[in-house]
């Protein structure tokens, strides 16, 4: 199989601080990661691209500051909200390709935050 | 560029019916297109996948999709609908955006299904 980990699944911060996600592939080396995010009833908002060994490309109006993502290794992605706000509450899930030429994403089970 | 749009925001079918989830898609590319299913507070599972062999395409739990070219359509359908099956349901299209892939979500369908 194909296993993507996230850890924590669910995390509560107070307003101000800031919380790292972990997304982990667990059977395969992933050199692409993704990461998303969902609001309650709605379809998922790629936010960034992770690329191993690289700077994670960013999508128009994510805050690339506020939304910190490392790429360490072929097997873990990191993501950090920074300077956590109560608009920032929403659930957070990673995906991982196995190359950077394949189609098939597998997904983590993912991260809800509720910031308060 | 690629789009998937999902022409229903909700279908609602009796148990034992039919399901039909349409989604059409747009790509410059050759697409790979897909179906996930989320339940609730849950993440995403993989139906099925086309990936440029069968057009027709078997998933899990009785799901299939016929990829149509010529109509830029990659319909989900189920014979007979169980209430396990209510969720939310997502086309994905993916191919390759620059150097790597990329995969567009469409906006989701949330499925009922009436006893």
């Known amino acids: 199989g194909a296993v993507v980990s996230q850890h924590p699944s669910r995390v509560i911060c107070k307003s101000g601080t800031s919380v790292k996600i972990e997304c982990r592939s667990l059977?395969?080396?992933?050199?692409?990661m993704f990461w998303y995010r969902q609001f309650p009833k709605q379809s998922l908002m790629l936010m960034a691209t992770?690329?191993?060994?690289?700077?994670?490309?960013?999508e128009q109006g994510v805050e690339k500051d506020k939304f910190l993502i490392n790429h360490a290794s072929l097997t873990l992605s990191t993501l950090t909200v920074t300077s956590a706000h109560p608009e920032d509450s929403s659930f957070y899930i990673c995906s991982a390709g196995r190359d950077s030429r394949s189609y098939e994403q597998y997904f983590g089970p993912g991260t809800r935050l509720t910031v308060t | 560029a690629q789009s998937v749009t999902q022409l229903d925001s909700h279908v609602s079918v009796s148990e034992g019916t039919p399901v039909l989830l349409r989604c059409n898609y747009s790509?410059?590319?050759?697409?790979?297109l897909f179906w996930y299913v989320q339940h609730p507070n849950k993440g995403l599972q993989l139906l099925l996948k086309?990936?440029?062999?069968?057009?027709l395409v078997k998933g899990i739990n009785g799901f299939e999709a016929e990829f149509k070219k010529s109509e830029t359509s990659f319909h989900l359908t189920k014979p007979s609908a169980h209430m396990s099956d209510a969720a939310e349901y997502f086309c994905v299209v993916s191919g390759l955006y620059s150097s790597a892939s990329k995969i567009i979500f469409g906006s989701g369908t949330r499925l009922s299904i009436r006893p």
């Open positions: 086309y990936t440029s062999a069968a057009t």
């Open positions: 790509s410059s590319y050759s697409p790979s």
């Open positions: 059977d395969f080396q992933a050199t692409t």
């Open positions: 992770s690329n191993e060994g690289s700077k994670a490309t960013y």
